[in-house]
């Protein structure tokens, strides 16, 4: 099996053989989890790869139809498990969300998985108009507009 790790994957101590993208590698910063991917790269247990545009292209898709909000490291190492046909190693609920939609097998680390997909909404809490995109205030009253989950 080819694992696709993200940083809560390094983090909470995930040590089989793996791959992962070169920007969980700057998002890795206390010691023991700095040292404990140094040692699975000198080992190596973890090989660094870039995911093709076209595997990018398709997690934004996917993760726009869920608005689920990713970051841009979350979405390439989606893309890396498309392309390796591979396993993502996460913590994080949005990345295992968007995994659940596109079909790639995912593990847990160091939280209980999800156990159904959730879609999402964009609601101002002043007066309720619902928005298709996310954006800090409503146009239309000024109050914030939050994510909530679809019902």
Do not use: H
Not at 10 to 34: M, Q, W
Not at 77 to 103: H, K, P, T, W
Request: hydrophobic share 40%; charged share 30%.
């Amino acid at each position: 099996m080819n694992y696709v790790l993200d940083a809560s994957a390094i983090i909470s101590g995930f040590v089989d053989k793996g791959f992962t993208v070169p920007e969980v590698i700057r998002e890795v910063k206390d010691y023991s989890s700095e040292f404990t991917m140094e040692s699975l790269i000198a080992s190596g247990k973890l090989d660094i790869k870039d995911p093709s545009p076209l595997a990018v292209r398709r997690v934004e898709e996917a993760a726009k139809k869920t608005k689920d909000t990713l970051s841009e490291t979350d979405i390439r190492v989606i893309a890396l498990a498309l392309d390796l046909e591979g396993c993502v190693v996460s913590g994080d609920y949005g990345i295992q969300n968007v995994c659940e939609v596109l079909g790639i097998p995912y593990v847990s680390a160091g939280v209980e998985g999800i156990e159904e997909v959730f879609q999402w909404k964009f609601t101002c809490v002043g007066c309720g108009k619902e928005y298709e995109e996310f954006m800090k205030e409503c146009p239309f009253c000024g109050n914030p507009v939050v994510r909530r989950r679809k019902a």
